[in-house]
């Protein structure tokens, strides 16, 4: 007998209002970007000072549309291109799901590199301070993909194991609650304690450095453990695309915190 535990009996939607549905996927983008907006204000303020509140306040609107756009794009692009060159209008479908964290994360570089030119900030200093931000993010998505049940991981013995609605009947590792706690949480604790000096805020660069190797890693780790997608599979050597497009942001990760100098 295989030890697990039955899926919680949780509603995709969390508030049904006539025939609007609002979903916990929804609640947890808007937790995610209104708890970071406010994060953010506190690490933008710290010597030595990159924007002041209102340009925060503006920047938050930036974002929004960099993950929102990056992130479907993302998907479009690395996971169903096949699908979405047959069935075009699927692609403005997010509301059935597909987001790639990986497609947001580039729409949120090329936001980081327009919003700084535009205030005449350092690239690198305003990614570092957007970087000690991003694992909140990670983490409420991360519990939004638990509650749906997707994005579930591989059968496992364990006592932990959860048997998830669309995965048959094989108890499974619950891989959302493991990428929360890496990518969200450790992550999130790893970037609070560098950032708090001001040493390493000077270095421009080195925060984001950090993220893109926690993030590889992390990923890379919890991917061990994740049920590849159905259309996708394996790649070359047991690869999964998770571990394929995390390596890009490993070494360029690397190749941040070794450039990473003091700024005056």
């Known amino acids: 007998m295989i030890a697990s535990i039955p899926f919680p009996a949780l509603d995709p939607v969390a508030l049904q209002i006539g025939p609007v549905a609002i979903r916990w996927y929804a609640l947890a983008y808007m937790a995610g970007l209104l708890i970071g907006w406010r994060y953010m204000r506190a690490v933008a303020s710290w010597p030595p000072r990159v924007l ?131 990518e969200g949480i450790v992550l999130f604790l790893i970037l609070w304690l560098a950032s708090r000096s001001q040493a390493v805020r000077a270095r421009y660069g080195l925060l984001t450095g950090l993220f893109l190797c926690g993030y590889a890693v992390f990923r890379s780790t919890a991917e061990l453990f994740r049920e590849p997608d159905a259309h996708i599979g394996f790649l070359a050597g047991g690869v999964t695309m998770g571990q394929l497009l995390s390596l890009p942001l490993l070494l360029a990760g690397l190749f941040l915190i070794a450039q990473a100098r003091p700024k005056p």
């Open 52 to 182: 002041e509140a209102k340009a925060v306040d503006d920047f938050l609107l930036w974002a929004t549309f960099a993950i929102i756009l990056g992130g479907r794009l993302g998907y479009v692009l690395f996971y169903q291109p096949i699908h979405f060159l047959q069935n075009p209008e699927d692609i403005v479908a997010v509301w059935k799901g597909g987001m790639s964290f990986h497609g947001g994360l580039l729409g949120m570089v090329l936001a980081i590199v327009l919003y700084a030119r535009r205030q005449r900030v350092p690239m690198l200093a305003l990614g570092d301070r957007v970087a000690c931000v991003v694992p909140i993010g990670l983490f409420f998505g991360r519990i939004a993909n638990f509650i749906n049940g997707e994005l579930f991981g591989r059968p496992a013995d364990l006592p932990w194991a959860i048997v998830f609605p669309g995965g048959g009947p094989l108890p499974r590792h619950p891989s959302q609650l493991y990428e929360a706690g890496l």
